[in-house]
């Protein structure tokens, strides 16, 4: 008799992340499909069962076992001091590929520069937890109390002295009319799981497997292919200027001095390097887009 496998259950981060980590599943090769309101997803897996929840809340749900992977930023593990085992660190948001980082911000015209002036000032924050620690590490008495939402107009409105709130670039921090005083820290999706899911063999596979195919659906976004057509006599001036990921594969053109040259190349170098390629005797260049680089 056959072994009937346990379904993985899998837990997708709602609100800002929810969109950008489908469109992430669906380049690695699963379709999810949300289907309204409900909390559970469909997935063209038969093995994975999947469920919709707050990334704040993940790591919380993880540990418990009620999920036995999802992903969630490192400033929610950290928040809710949850043990789980980190599978993988997947640099994504809703907008681009870099960590976001948790700020503490003040008003453009407040007297704060450092840490220490915050004595005894009242700090409004989502990641309360962790903004506790971390001034009590540094031996600094401050009050911090939880922000709803709209973190940035409760200093703005004089409802506390500072705030702790995350972002990525720092444009909103300063559209509010605030100044950054230091970064407390910097975050990144990962790929968490439940001890016990870990330790049966057939999840942790399943879970390896969602996290080698999601790290390369992201490494993809940062590299294209590139395929030409390169004359004997140019081929290695062509190939020294490669910035390629290995050695380019060289061809030879059926019954002619030529070769078809093919390689991957990060895609920030491309609007430079087809014209030095044209100029060193580079023809017919194509750039094509990657679904995944492993």
């Given at each position: 008799?056959?072994?009937?496998?346990?379904?993985?259950?899998?837990?997708i981060p709602k609100g800002?992340?929810?969109?950008?980590?489908?469109?992430?599943?669906?380049?690695?090769?699963?379709?999810?499909?949300?289907?309204?309101?409900?909390?559970?997803?469909?997935?063209?897996?038969?093995?994975?069962?999947?469920?919709?929840?707050?990334?704040?809340?993940?790591?919380?749900?993880?540990?418990?076992?009620?999920?036995?992977?999802?992903?969630?930023?490192?400033?929610?593990?950290?928040?809710?001091?949850?043990?789980?085992?980190?599978?993988?660190?997947?640099?994504?948001?809703?907008?681009?590929?870099?960590?976001?980082?948790?700020?503490?911000?003040?008003?453009?015209?407040?007297?704060?520069?450092?840490?220490?002036?915050?004595?005894?000032?009242?700090?409004?924050?989502?990641?309360?937890?962790?903004?506790?620690?971390?001034?009590?590490?540094?031996?600094?008495?401050?009050?911090?109390?939880?922000?709803?939402?709209?973190?940035?107009?409760?200093?703005?409105?004089?409802?506390?002295?500072?705030?702790?709130?995350?972002?990525?670039?720092?444009?909103?921090?300063?559209?509010?009319?605030?100044?950054?005083?230091?970064?407390?820290?910097?975050?990144?999706?990962?790929?968490?799981?439940?001890?016990?899911?870990?330790?049966?063999?057939?999840?942790?596979?399943?879970?390896?497997?969602?996290?080698?195919?999601?790290?390369g659906a992201l490494q993809?976004?940062?590299?294209?292919?590139?395929?030409?057509?390169?004359?004997?006599?140019?081929?290695?001036?062509?190939?020294?200027?490669l910035p390629s990921l290995?050695?380019?594969?060289?061809?030879?053109?059926?019954?002619?001095?030529?070769?078809?040259?093919?390689?991957?190349?990060?895609?920030?170098?491309?609007?430079?390097?087809?014209?030095?390629?044209?100029?060193?005797?580079?023809?017919?260049?194509?750039?094509?887009?990657?679904?995944?680089?492993?």
């Amino acid at each position: 008799m056959n072994k009937v496998k346990q379904k993985l259950k899998l837990g997708i981060p709602k609100g800002s992340l929810q969109d950008a980590t489908i469109a992430l599943f669906k380049r690695s090769g699963w379709k999810i499909d949300i289907n309204g309101r409900s909390y559970f997803p469909e997935i063209n897996d038969d093995t994975i069962e999947c469920a919709i929840c707050r990334a704040q809340e993940m790591s919380r749900y993880v540990e418990s076992g009620t999920m036995d992977a999802g992903l969630t930023g490192k400033d929610w593990i950290s928040e809710n001091e949850s043990d789980v085992q980190v599978v993988e660190d997947l640099v994504y948001s809703k907008v681009s590929q870099r960590p976001a980082r948790w700020v503490l911000a003040v008003p453009y015209d407040s007297p704060v520069e450092r840490l220490e002036d915050l004595a005894g000032k009242k700090i409004a924050t989502e990641l309360v937890n962790f903004t506790k620690r971390y001034f009590q590490d540094r031996g600094i008495d401050v009050k911090v109390e939880f922000s709803w939402g709209a973190t940035e107009a409760k200093v703005v409105s004089g409802l506390a002295d500072a705030i702790v709130e995350v972002t990525e670039t720092g444009s909103t921090i300063k559209a509010h009319g605030l100044k950054i005083v230091k970064e407390l820290l910097q975050t990144n999706t990962q790929l968490i799981a439940n001890h016990v899911a870990w330790a049966d063999f057939e999840k942790q596979e399943k879970i390896k497997q969602i996290a080698l195919l999601l790290k390369g659906a992201l490494q993809a976004e940062k590299m294209v292919g590139l395929k030409m057509n390169v004359p004997k006599e140019k081929l290695e001036e062509v190939v020294e200027i490669l910035p390629s990921l290995n050695a380019p594969t060289v061809s030879p053109l059926y019954q002619l001095d030529w070769f078809a040259v093919e390689t991957v190349v990060a895609s920030s170098v491309m609007r430079d390097l087809i014209p030095e390629l044209l100029k060193t005797g580079a023809e017919g260049i194509i750039e094509y887009p990657l679904n995944k680089v492993i």
